[in-house]
Nanobody, 120 residues
Framework: QVQLVESGGGLVQPGGSLRLSCAAS????????MNWYRQAPGKQRELVVG???????NYADFVLGRFTISRDNAKNTVYLQMNSLKPEDTAVYYC??????????????WGQGTQVTVSS
């Protein structure tokens, strides 16, 4: 059993910052790509940024220069530093990762989501 648990969401004023964390736990053998998605009310879930096991990153244009993804492989944790937040960044942010656990082939796992609200 693998779990992804996000933390760090909350309410912040426009221009502010938040740092999200996502920790993976369970019978993990390897973690491959780790990603952050978000879903705003009435909209489809969209990819924010991804990071490979080697550290290569892929940012959506709408967060370039504002958000930074990083991962600590020793802690099975991925982070999302969000700066210069805008009201349109308001969404539930989900952690996603491709993980091999136990004797199983790699599978896609999702966290439960953490709410980020940017408002004055």
């Amino acid at each position: 059993q693998v779990q992804l648990v996000e933390s760090g969401g909350g309410l912040v004023q426009p221009g502010g910052s938040l740092r999200l964390s996502c920790a993976a736990s369970g019978s993990i053998v390897s973690i491959y790509g780790m990603n952050w998605y978000r879903q705003a009310p009435g909209k489809q879930r969209e990819l924010v940024v991804g990071i490979s096991s080697s550290g290569s990153t892929n940012y959506a244009d709408f967060v370039l220069g504002r958000f930074t993804i990083s991962r600590d492989n020793a802690k099975n944790t991925v982070y999302l530093q969000m700066n210069s937040l805008k009201p349109e960044d308001t969404a539930v942010y989900y952690c996603n990762a491709l993980i091999s656990a136990g004797l199983f082939l790699p599978q896609n796992y999702w966290g439960q989501g953490t709410q980020v609200t940017v408002s004055s």
